[in-house]
């Protein structure tokens, strides 16, 4: 395929991206999106955008977030509904969603409706020990109290917990593409862009 034809005339891509906390997914994500031409959409991003501007969502969302619970799936349904319905094809990689299978069903009655089928979805695939040392070491670096050791290991613990039933509904769909996540930035995205490709 040649990335130099006409912008409209590309097709639908939908990637969701899976991986633990201190995997790299953020930044990978970015690269990916800018090189497929995709929109990379954060529910989190979105979630504050909503209440930032004050729209019907973002004051129903906003006492939800205040309290740190979490956003109950018909409203994030409803967000990437919104978003998506507006545009003429639909070009996207999600991270942090979705985080549930509830929310992985939802998302592919939605695509389905949309015309968009799910074209892969990558799993950067760290070992723990590993994990831990670089978020720690995020953490030195960048002065932010909760990377230490502990909070790290609990976070791959409820990572583990939730994603798990993802992996396990992804990959009885086909759509699975486990990536050695281990490695330097480039080395990474090299391995993405051939399950990409």
């Given at each position: ?136 070491e995020r953490g030195k670096s960048s002065g932010r109290n909760d990377d ?50």
């Open positions: 395929m040649t990335h130099n034809k006409a912008l409209h005339r590309e097709s639908n891509q939908v990637v969701i991206f899976l991986g633990p906390p201190g995997a790299g997914k953020g930044t990978q994500a970015e690269r990916l999106a800018a090189e497929y031409n995709l929109i990379k959409i954060s529910t989190g991003d979105i979630l504050r955008d909503h209440v930032t501007r004050g729209t019907e969502l973002g004051q129903q969302v906003a006492p939800i977030l205040e309290s740190g619970k979490l956003v109950p799936d018909d409203l994030l349904i409803a967000l990437i509904r919104d978003q998506l319905s507006k545009r003429e094809t639909v070009r996207v990689i999600f991270d942090g969603f979705p985080r549930t299978t509830a929310q992985a069903q939802e998302l592919e009655m939605l695509l389905e409706q949309l015309g968009a089928p799910i074209s892969a979805v990558p799993l950067l695939e760290v070992p723990d020990d590993i994990l831990i040392t670089r978020i720690v230490n050791e502990a909070v790290a290991r609990h976070r791959q613990d409820i990572y583990r917990q939730q994603t798990q039933p993802l992996i396990d509904y992804y990959a009885a769909r086909g759509h699975l593409k486990p990536i050695n996540g281990v490695g330097s930035m480039d080395e990474v995205y090299g391995r993405l862009q051939q399950v990409m490709s």
